[in-house]
């Protein structure tokens, strides 16, 4: 005789049945028994008699009538908010848990919702923006803040360049993308301002054998193959394990003559070399090849009054022919996790980055309205030479202070991050072509162009970190968390060109910023938290480190941000839903501003300021059904703030960063209306953003529209039919100025068989 349970809903530790025929019916302990988290005391309970049933049973007079029980079936998933919190602490603790706005989007949710980038895993942040221009890697707005005040991570690790690096990766090699809002600098170091992005990638594990495979084709001549296993072998099965991932993507881009080729693969190989110890290798190649990139369209001031792309110019490509980006990325990691128990756990991360990017494009168009045709100008060819190198060292531990229970972290980060560029860059206008050009030209034919690759400077940074959190628990409701981090960053620039007042042939700085935070947490019921935090951060007051020039830092200190949270988490319709609430005001000070007494001339005195609010909501409220929501609105302000415009200082003051809405709201419904067939829908909303921090021009906002048919041929099998844009919504992704702006993708169908074993 056998009972088969499956978990669905909560029950007390103490909600016990006295006697076997009590297991409830999956809607009676659905009803009765809202906290989904304490399921297992159920199915204990029930197996434990099932074994006392079983032995009564063989105790029986051999001409006793067997008896068959009913099996009894429990369905459902496990609160979101249950998850561990990776992203946003190195704490050994859950979202419900961490006093702060953490986000996780995970395997099971890319899948679902037909994420095809590491740019699309992104709209499952609320009030989060993102765009991916070619001169830009995920271009991230969020909580008022963008570019290098969004630190963007993988596996954890800081690039310090992410406003490149970061390039839309195909979302097969991933497992997961974190996310944590607001200043983080005490966990991954300087930067962070507007939150931190955590990109993982699938590794070898010993749960299981798996093997799985994705084929796509639709519109724009796009087509994506893929697939990858998890192959445990060794004497004794699950000793060792290895997996592969791969995708290859192509695409014809819905403008003239684009054209993008991209690999990425993905292989990890864990050991368990002792009952106590593991060993993980990973390594990672990316590969992206765009021919005649599209970089934006000229815009024009729509009968609106908004800015707009000029008419006749929407999927026109006004880049030279052999316009190019290219990159080539290599990832290594060696990771060494050591459980000592009562001593804690130890894990040691070794890793090596190696990058080559390549640009040669015309990247600027204007309409000449006097002339009638498109100016363009911005002739382009660069190189990014990039290696980072480090060693982290996390010890972890769970133990008692004072008398309550604590857990404990400690960290040592070691890194050198070393990048060369290679800047060719052709000042004024190319020439003049018709809206409907045709014949673009060659780079190389435009008058000083070289082939060349000749170094402009080489940026050296040298990091050493040490860093703590804790969680202590006050009684049964209450909890403390605190997180600390100083550093010690050591910026070395070398001039490979003539040097100038400006750039002067070798200069160094060094910084020694200190950030933390500090969050309580109360626990109104086993399914709904409250929590406050403070939090900081420190980056630099203009540019990025690992590119930053001479008059962009000069003596300056990094930039200081800071940030106070409150918000709520919560389970409910007895487990069938889960929202959270955050509020949030943040305010990052000394950052590099025009001087308004001295022309060309910066200073470390500005100031910008960011208020606002996040939601989410998850409720199923019938097993078919699901709907998913996220909405976030922000007040984001320049509140001390002086530009260069005509060669003038002009005060930004009051004014709203440029690209910044103050509002976003995301929305995904599911309905499976038979056991193989279901349907959804998603609906994204933009408000309108000024494309200027001088706030003289704004693009008009955004809703677009998509749809899908899943079949479900086999457990094992699904076909999917998806449609994107489905209004065919011509919008202004992104504003790269008050002259040119950056188009969304047009209406898109694809068809997708995805398969795991």
């Known amino acids: 005789m056998s009972l088969p349970i499956a978990t669905r809903c909560a029950v007390a530790p103490d909600a016990v049945f006295p006697h076997l025929n009590a297991c409830p019916e999956p809607t009676a302990v659905a009803d009765a028994m809202p906290d989904r988290r304490q399921c297992a005391g159920i199915a204990i309970h029930c197996l434990l008699l099932s074994g006392l049933v079983t032995a009564a049973h063989a105790q029986s007079p051999v001409h006793d009538t067997a008896t068959t029980l009913d099996g009894i079936e429990v369905r459902g998933t496990r609160s979101t908010l249950d998850r561990t919190a990776a992203g946003a602490s190195r704490l050994q603790v859950s979202d419900r848990e961490t006093p702060a706005s953490v986000f996780q989007i995970d395997r099971s949710t890319l899948e679902a919702r037909g994420v095809r980038s590491t740019q699309e895993a992104l709209f499952a942040i609320p009030g989060l923006v993102v765009a991916s221009p070619p001169g830009h890697g995920n271009t991230v707005t969020w909580r008022g803040f963008s570019g290098a005040q969004i630190t963007q991570l993988f596996n954890g690790i800081d690039v310090k360049y992410a406003s490149i690096a970061a390039r839309p990766v195909d979302a097969w090699i991933y497992e997961r993308v974190e996310a944590i809002g607001g200043p983080s600098s005490f966990l991954y170091g300087a930067g962070a301002v507007g939150g931190s992005i955590n990109y993982v990638t699938r590794v070898a594990d010993f749960g299981a054998d798996s093997i799985g495979g994705l084929v796509s084709a639709g519109a724009h001549d796009s087509r994506v193959l893929a697939?990858?296993?998890?192959?445990?072998?060794?004497?004794?099965?699950?000793?060792?394990?290895?997996?592969?991932?791969?995708?290859?993507?192509?695409?014809?881009?819905?403008?003239?003559?684009?054209?993008?080729?991209?690999?990425?693969?993905?292989?990890?190989?864990?050991?368990?070399?002792?009952?106590?110890?593991?060993?993980?290798?990973?390594?990672?190649?990316?590969?992206e090849d765009n021919r005649r990139v599209y970089w934006g369209s000229p815009a024009v001031i729509a009968r609106t009054g908004r800015l707009d792309a000029l008419p006749g110019s929407v999927g026109r490509n006004y880049n030279v022919a052999d316009g190019f980006y290219g990159q080539d990325?290599?990832?290594?990691?060696?990771?060494?996790?050591?459980?000592?128990?009562?001593?804690?756990?130890?894990?040691?991360?070794?890793?090596?980055?190696?990058?080559?990017?390549?640009?040669r494009n015309v990247e600027s168009y204007r309409w000449d309205a006097a002339r009638g045709g498109i100016a363009r100008s911005g002739a382009l060819q660069q190189r990014h030479d990039q290696q980072v190198t480090g060693n982290r060292t996390d010890w972890h531990r769970t133990g008692t202070l004072a008398g309550k229970t604590s857990q404990w972290t400690a960290g040592l980060d070691l890194s050198q991050n070393?990048?060369?560029?290679?800047?060719?860059?052709?000042?004024?206008?190319?020439?003049?072509?018709?809206?409907?050009?045709?014949?673009?030209?060659?780079?190389?034919?435009?008058?000083?162009?070289?082939?060349?690759?000749?170094?402009?400077?080489?940026?050296?940074?040298?990091?050493?970190?040490?860093?703590?959190?804790?969680?202590?628990?006050?009684?049964?409701?209450?909890?403390?968390?605190?997180?600390?981090?100083?550093?010690?960053?050591?910026?070395?620039?070398?001039?490979?060109?003539?040097?100038?007042?400006?750039?002067p042939a070798r200069w160094s700085h060094d910084y020694a910023p200190t950030t933390g935070r500090i969050g309580l947490s109360i626990e109104l019921t086993p399914a709904s938290t409250l929590y406050v935090q403070a939090s900081t951060a420190a980056d630099p007051p203009a540019g990025i480190l690992s590119t930053a020039g001479f008059s962009a830092l000069r003596d300056f200190d990094l930039s200081r941000g800071r940030q106070v949270e409150a918000g709520a988490k919560t389970d409910f319709a007895q487990g069938r839903g889960t929202a959270t609430l955050a509020a949030y005001r943040i305010v990052r000070e000394h950052l590099a501003i025009a001087d308004p007494d001295n022309p060309g001339q910066t200073l470390p005195v500005g100031q910008q300021s960011a208020r606002g609010v996040e939601a989410t909501l998850e409720v199923r409220p019938w097993q078919a059904l699901q709907v998913q929501a996220n909405a976030g609105w922000v007040d984001a302000r320049l509140d001390d703030f002086f530009e260069t415009a005509a060669g003038v200082p002009v005060s930004r003051a009051g004014n709203r960063p440029a690209n910044t809405p103050s509002r976003v709201g995301n929305l995904w419904i599911d309905y499976a209306f038979s056991p193989r067939w279901s349907i959804g829908t998603d609906l994204r909303a933009v408000a309108s953003r000024y494309a200027d921090n001088a706030n003289t021009l704004e693009t008009a906002g955004y809703a677009l529209w998509g749809a899908h048919l899943r079949w479900q041929a086999a457990p094992q099998l699904a076909v999917t039919l998806r449609g994107r844009n489905l209004a065919d919504r011509t919008y202004v992704l992104h504003a790269i100025s008050t002259q040119m702006v950056y188009l969304g993708e047009p209406r898109s169908v694809d068809l997708e068989l995805r398969a795991m074993f």
Not at 248 to 275: M, N
Not at 346 to 359: E, I, K
Not at 425 to 451: C, K, N, W
Request: net charge neutral; proline share 5%.
């Open 418 to 503: 070393r990048q060369t560029r290679f800047p060719q860059s052709i000042g004024g206008e190319i020439d003049l072509v018709p809206i409907d050009a045709h014949t673009p030209g060659s780079f190389l034919e435009i008058p000083g162009a070289m082939p060349d690759h000749v170094p402009g400077a080489t940026n050296r940074v040298r990091t050493v970190a040490m860093s703590a959190e804790n969680l202590t628990r006050f009684g049964p409701k209450w909890s403390l968390m605190t997180g600390l981090r100083h550093e010690r960053i050591d910026l070395d620039v070398v001039n490979h060109r003539a040097p100038t007042a400006t750039s």
């Open 227 to 287: 697939g990858g296993f998890n192959q445990r072998f060794g004497a004794d099965l699950g000793a060792q394990a290895l997996r592969v991932d791969a995708a290859y993507s192509t695409r014809s881009g819905w403008v003239d003559a684009e054209r993008r080729e991209g690999w990425t693969v993905a292989t990890s190989l864990a050991s368990r070399l002792t009952p106590t110890l593991t060993h993980t290798v990973a390594l990672e190649y990316q590969h």
């Open 329 to 359: 990325v290599m990832w290594g990691r060696s990771v060494l996790a050591w459980d000592g128990g009562t001593s804690g756990r130890v894990v040691n991360t070794l890793y090596h980055y190696d990058a080559l990017r390549d640009y």
